[in-house]
């Protein structure tokens, strides 16, 4: 079972995005791309064919997983994730810090 999944809100703990705070887009193995954050600027042909307008766009990068930790929205910060199994046999994600599950 994955800690991190898509669509988690996550914070950036290290690297030049540092402290910024965004949504799991998409998981590349050991890799993550986060809604917003590590931006670079990319050149793009034109292609009339296909009506594609080049010029210079912001793509989203992937980041490593390792530079991202789960954020708890009732501690503001920070959090590890466990994994355990719920009286019915159901595994789920919890918050280290507080022990509350992940929604």
Same mark, same amino acid.
């Given at each position: #079972? #994955?800690?991190?999944?898509?669509?988690?809100?996550?914070?950036?703990?290290?690297?030049?995005?540092?402290?910024?705070?965004?949504?799991?887009?998409?998981? !590349?193995?050991?890799?993550?791309?986060? =809604?917003? !954050?590590? !931006? *670079?600027?990319?050149?793009?042909? *034109?292609?009339? +064919?296909?009506?594609? +307008?080049?010029?210079? =766009?912001?793509? =989203? #990068?992937?980041? /490593?997983? /390792?530079?991202?930790?789960?954020?708890?929205?009732? /501690?503001?910060?920070?959090?590890?994730?466990?994994?355990?199994?719920?009286?019915?046999?159901?595994?789920?994600?919890?918050?280290? /810090?507080?022990? =509350?599950?992940? !929604?």
């Amino acid at each position: #079972m #994955m800690k991190i999944k898509k669509n988690d809100e996550v914070i950036v703990i290290a690297g030049k995005d540092k402290g910024s705070i965004g949504s799991v887009k998409n998981i !590349l193995g050991v890799k993550v791309i986060v =809604e917003g !954050l590590n !931006l *670079a600027k990319k050149h793009v042909r *034109a292609n009339p +064919q296909e009506g594609i +307008q080049g010029g210079i =766009e912001e793509k =989203e #990068m992937p980041l /490593s997983i /390792s530079n991202v930790a789960i954020y708890n929205p009732t /501690s503001k910060k920070a959090d590890r994730i466990g994994i355990r199994t719920d009286d019915k046999g159901v595994k789920e994600r919890f918050y280290k /810090s507080s022990g =509350e599950s992940v !929604l």
